[in-house]
């Protein structure tokens, strides 16, 4: 391969992209981030040339600018990703980036929702009109009952749920396959919302592969929209809008079977993860919830007040 600095960071995406199927979306955030650190470098600095000083002082910078210690933990990480492509592909002579410690990515708990909060946000979805009420209870039903990303499920194709299937296959991170479960319910609002689906596009003299489909230009739901769409749902369920989102449906989900007995590995394969570290945090979420039930159930339970 040529040594160009000016394409080292193009050259790197195009190896994420190809040889670990990296998404769109994870291409964009390598993009942004190592965009900032090339700027950062100047014109008489490059990737190729930089040093393990000129790391240093960018994350000094960072951390002088007050950027969050997960941001700059995200930042760092895909400099050292870079650098180690680049030694590795003998762009350069060893890896300045190896070396540099980062602040260390603390692991804050994911914001989740109750049963109740989530049945509430269902029924609330069921108030629309017409097949824009279809959509939306079988949006919901679907994220609820399999714990899909965001991306996954707008760009479900129509051809996984055709023959009320009680499992779906999903591409997830990485362009890896796994099988999400359909609950009774998000099969019941699939059977209600797939027929008016293919009679709409009918009567448009139309087709779509994707099982909720959309005249924007990836020609699905997007997730914009569909964040949109759940924050309207959230207001017209009396909830806080800011703490209802796609992500946060998908840790009930996990919260939720944790807390009903699922073993802990079922929910990592369930959900996608590489790595069971990942799933693992939901475990201190229901420490959490158990810490609060003790100590406000418990008898003898007595709070920082001195009460009861």
Not at 122 to 140: I, N, P, T, W
Request: aromatic share 6%; hydrophobic share 40%; net charge positive.
């Amino acid at each position: 391969m040529a040594v160009n600095p000016d394409n080292a960071v193009s050259a790197f995406l195009s190896f994420l992209a190809a040889e670990r199927g990296a998404a769109q979306n994870t291409l964009d955030a390598y993009r942004r981030d190592l965009a900032d650190y090339e700027a950062s470098l100047g014109s008489t600095c490059n990737p190729v040339t930089a040093a393990r000083d000129d790391i240093e002082s960018y994350m000094a910078g960072l951390s002088a600018d007050g950027f969050a210690a997960s941001t700059r933990a995200r930042r760092l990480s895909s400099i050292k990703q870079l650098h180690a492509f680049l030694f590795a592909e003998g762009w350069r002579d060893g890896d300045p980036a190896a070396p540099v410690k980062g602040p260390g990515k603390s692991k804050a708990l994911p914001r989740t929702l109750s049963v109740e909060e989530v049945s509430v946000l269902l029924a609330a979805a069921g108030r629309g009109k017409g097949l824009a009420r279809l959509r939306s209870v079988c949006l919901m039903e679907l994220l609820y009952a399999s714990g899909l990303r965001v991306t996954e499920l707008v760009s479900l194709p129509v051809s996984a749920v055709r023959r009320n299937p009680a499992m779906i296959p999903v591409r997830g991170k990485g362009e890896k396959d796994r099988l999400a479960p359909l609950s009774d319910r998000a099969r019941g609002a699939l059977a209600a919302y797939l027929p008016e689906r293919d009679a709409a596009l009918k009567a448009k003299g139309d087709t779509s592969p994707w099982l909720f489909p959309s005249r924007g230009k990836s020609g699905h739901l997007t997730r914009a929209r569909f964040f949109q769409m759940l924050r309207e749902i959230a207001l017209a369920a009396n909830l806080d809008p800011t703490r209802v989102s796609p992500h946060t449906l998908r840790h009930a989900f996990a919260t939720h079977l944790l807390a009903n007995g699922a073993d802990l590995r079922v929910i990592q394969t369930l959900l996608g993860h590489a790595d069971i570290s990942t799933t693992e945090i939901y475990t201190h979420v229901m420490d959490k919830d158990l810490q609060t039930l003790v100590q406000e159930k418990h008898p003898l339970a007595v709070g920082r007040d001195g009460k009861k």
